[in-house]
C-alpha cells in the first residue's frame, strides 16, 4: 500500500521559467539513469527478497525514489512556464508544448518515452545491489552535469538535494553488499583455476601481477565516513 502525503519530500522552486532546461532535466523523470527507473527497479527487485532486513531496504528506497521522481516532476512544470508559446518553445521542449500541455511526459531529453528495458532484475541479490550501486552513481552523475548546466537557484538547491540522497542510497546499498556471504552468485567464489588467471594482453602490463589473483575474494565495499559493518548471513 502506499499513502500520497501531500507535501513533497524536500519543497523545490525556481527563479524563473525555463522551458530548454526543462526538457534536459526529463533525463531524471523518465530517462535511462532517472527516478523513475530507480523506484520502479528496485521494487521490483524486492519481490524475491527473503531477507527481511534487505527487503525493507529495497523497499524503503524505492518509495523515496517515488518521492524524487515528484519533486524533478514538479520542477519540470515550474520552468515550462504557465502558457504554451511558439516563440519560446526549441527543438528539446517541442514535445511539450505541442503534446503535453507543459506537463512533465514519462520520457528522456530526447522526448523518448521511458521503457521497461531500463530494469534490471536478475532474482541474484548480489548481482541487483550491484546493478543498484551503479545506478545510484550514474544519477548522480547525471545530477551533477545538471547542476554545472545552470544557475538558476532553486533549482541548483532541489538538485544539490537529490544528489546527496543519491549518495546515501549508494551508501545503504554498499553496506546491504557487505552483509551477503556466500550465497548466490557469491558462492564458491574463485575455486577454479580459471578464475585464478589473468591474461596481460597489454604489453608492459601495469595494473596485475600473478599474485593478485592466487586467492581470488567476492569484492566488499568501503563505506565512506563508516566504521566496521556488521557481518550477518544473508539467504535469499
Not at 523545490?12 to 531524471?28: F, K, T, W
Not at 527497479?41 to 523497499?59: A, E, N, P, T, V
Not at 521542449?93 to 503534446?99: D, G, K, M, T
Not at 533549482?155 to 556466500?182: C, G, K, P, S, Y
Request: proline share 4%.
Amino acid at each position: 500500500m502506499f499513502k500520497h502525503e501531500k507535501q513533497l519530500l524536500k519543497d523545490v522552486r525556481v527563479d524563473r521559467p525555463n522551458p530548454v532546461y526543462a526538457s534536459m532535466l526529463q533525463e531524471q523523470l523518465g530517462g535511462a539513469h532517472g527516478e523513475l527507473k530507480a523506484a520502479l527497479q528496485y521494487m521490483s527487485q524486492s519481490f524475491r527478497i527473503k531477507d527481511q532486513r534487505i527487503k525493507d531496504l529495497f523497499l524503503d528506497i524505492a518509495a523515496e525514489e517515488l518521492s524524487h521522481m515528484e519533486m524533478v516532476a514538479t520542477l519540470i512544470s515550474l520552468l515550462n512556464g504557465h502558457q504554451v508559446d511558439a516563440a519560446a518553445t526549441t527543438a528539446g521542449n517541442i514535445q511539450a508544448s505541442v503534446q503535453t500541455g507543459l506537463a512533465p511526459a514519462l520520457s528522456n531529453a530526447s522526448g523518448y518515452p521511458w521503457t521497461g528495458a531500463y530494469i534490471e532484475t536478475t532474482g541474484d541479490l548480489a548481482a541487483d545491489i550491484i546493478s543498484n550501486i551503479s545506478a545510484e552513481q550514474r544519477a548522480k552523475v547525471v545530477y551533477q552535469y545538471l547542476y554545472r548546466q545552470i544557475n538558476d537557484t532553486g533549482v541548483r538547491e532541489a538538485i544539490d538535494f537529490l544528489l546527496n540522497r543519491e549518495e546515501a542510497h549508494n551508501t545503504l546499498f554498499r553496506q546491504a553488499f557487505n552483509m551477503l556471504e556466500e550465497t548466490g552468485s557469491l558462492a564458491d567464489w574463485g575455486v577454479t583455476q580459471d578464475s585464478k588467471q589473468y591474461f596481460d594482453l597489454s604489453t608492459p602490463g601495469q595494473f596485475f601481477d600473478g599474485n593478485n589473483l592466487s586467492n581470488p575474494k567476492p569484492p566488499k565495499f568501503n563505506i565512506p565516513n563508516q566504521g566496521k559493518q556488521p557481518a550477518g548471513a544473508v539467504t535469499q
